[in-house]
Structures are given as structure tokens and as C-alpha cells.
């Protein structure tokens, strides 16, 4: 690698290392959209970057760019930031209109089975009004299963093009060095990279991390870097 493609900053804990020199340029970064990945071994210190990020950006900057992988020892603040989270939020009015949907729909089936069922315990003697009742519930769970049908469709096509509307959007990834190269959390990462590369590939608390480790990491993520990439490492002495 070019010598200015290396940055490392090392310094004892609490001197403000990430905040001070990372953090502003994380936001030139999401400021020019240029796609960024933040992560450390530690679960902890991925809830402390978010909460940064979300603490030095614009808002409409952090609410856009910034995503959270990984599942473990989220705080509350993280885990909205999560693909899952973003999703549910892009998604919640129309997963909740299915549901009524499907709520209705189970209604008209349980008057459908509950007329049966009076109809066997009676014999011929509310038949007239058995075959109305019937017929209407029986016309009205027909139309509702289409419509829940056509609904289903309609969601799963518009899962993949929020998913990907989201992940195209953002540009800075905070994680671990495992959840990174988790297999569907590369797959997003492909995804939000498209054809182009990271920007900036910077790794907190690497003193804390075996340089095996650290060269494993880079391998697997050997596709979504080139060499246009700088490297920030931060850490203890």
C-alpha cells in the first residue's frame, strides 16, 4: 500500500482517538457518499461508535448513511440502525394492512365453520338461513383470500426493492470484524457496494486484535476493497 493509504493513531484510553480522528473522517465520507466500514472486535465499542455517529452527524446524514450489523449486545440505539429495523420502519403500515387482512379473513372462515357447525346440531330446521349466511361468509373469505394473496406478492416484491433502496443509500457500516464477514452480512455489503469499493476500511482497538485475525478479515473482504482504499488502525499503545 502508498504510505498516505495507512493511518494509524494510537493513544491511552479516554484521549478522545475515534472521536477526534476518525469520526471527522467518517463524516467527509457520508457528507461525499463515499462507502465506509467502522469495526472492532468488541461488541461494546460498535453501540459507542454508532452512538458518535449519531452525536457528530447531521441528523439526515446518520438517519440515511449509517448501518448497524451484527445481532449481539445491541443497545436500543444501535438496533435501529439495523437492516431488520430499517426495514420494519419502511415497511410497518404495509406489513400492519396485511395483517387486517389476514385478521378478516380469519374472522370469515370462523362464521363459515361456526354456521356448519349450528347446522349439524340443528338439522334442516335453519337451512334457508344457513345457505344465505353460508354463501355470504363463503363469497366474502373468497375475496379476502384473493386480496391476501395478491397482497403477499406485492409485499415480497416490495421487500427486495426497500431492502435494496436502503442498503444503496447507505455508506457507513459499523460492526465487528466477525459480523462483517458473516455470510449475509457480506451479501448486504455487496449489495450496498454495487460496483463500487470502500472508501476507508478503519479498525478500532486493534491492539486487541491478533494480526492473524486482522489479516483473515482483510482476505475475506478482499472483493469489496482495492487500492484506492486507506486503512485506519486505533488503538492502545
Not at 446524514?61 to 439495523?82: E, M, N, P, Y
Not at 457500516?173 to 459480523?179: C, D, K, N
Request: proline share 3%.
Amino acid at each position: 500500500k502508498k504510505p498516505e493509504s495507512l493511518h494509524v493513531c494510537l493513544g491511552g484510553p479516554g484521549v478522545g482517538k475515534t472521536m477526534t480522528k476518525l469520526v471527522p473522517a467518517l463524516r467527509v465520507c457520508a457528507q461525499k457518499g463515499v462507502p465506509c466500514l467502522l469495526t472492532s472486535s468488541l461488541n461494546r465499542v460498535r453501540n459507542t461508535h454508532i452512538a458518535m455517529l449519531k452525536s457528530e452527524l447531521p441528523d439526515e446524514v446518520f438517519q440515511k448513511r449509517v448501518l448497524c450489523i451484527g445481532s449481539h449486545d445491541l443497545d436500543s440505539l444501535a438496533q435501529s440502525r439495523t437492516l431488520t429495523a430499517l426495514m420494519w420502519k419502511a415497511m410497518r403500515r404495509d406489513v400492519e394492512e396485511h395483517e387486517a387482512l389476514l385478521g378478516q379473513l380469519q374472522h370469515a372462515l370462523e362464521q363459515v365453520a361456526r354456521i356448519v357447525d349450528y347446522g349439524q346440531k340443528h338439522g334442516s330446521q335453519m337451512l334457508t338461513h344457513m345457505i344465505d349466511a353460508t354463501h355470504n361468509y363463503s363469497t366474502q373469505a373468497r375475496e379476502l383470500h384473493r386480496r391476501v394473496a395478491e397482497n403477499r406478492v406485492r409485499l415480497e416484491e416490495m421487500v427486495a426493492q426497500k431492502q435494496s433502496e436502503i442498503l444503496q443509500q447507505c455508506t457507513i457500516v459499523v460492526g465487528t470484524l466477525g459480523a462483517a464477514t458473516n455470510k449475509t452480512n457480506m451479501k448486504h455489503i455487496k449489495q450496498m457496494l454495487g460496483d463500487r469499493k470502500f472508501g476507508l476500511l478503519a479498525t478500532d482497538e486493534i491492539s486487541k486484535l491478533h494480526i492473524c485475525d486482522y489479516t483473515l478479515f482483510l482476505a475475506r473482504l478482499k472483493l469489496c476493497i482495492d487500492r484506492n482504499t486507506k486503512f485506519a488502525l486505533i488503538g492502545d499503545p
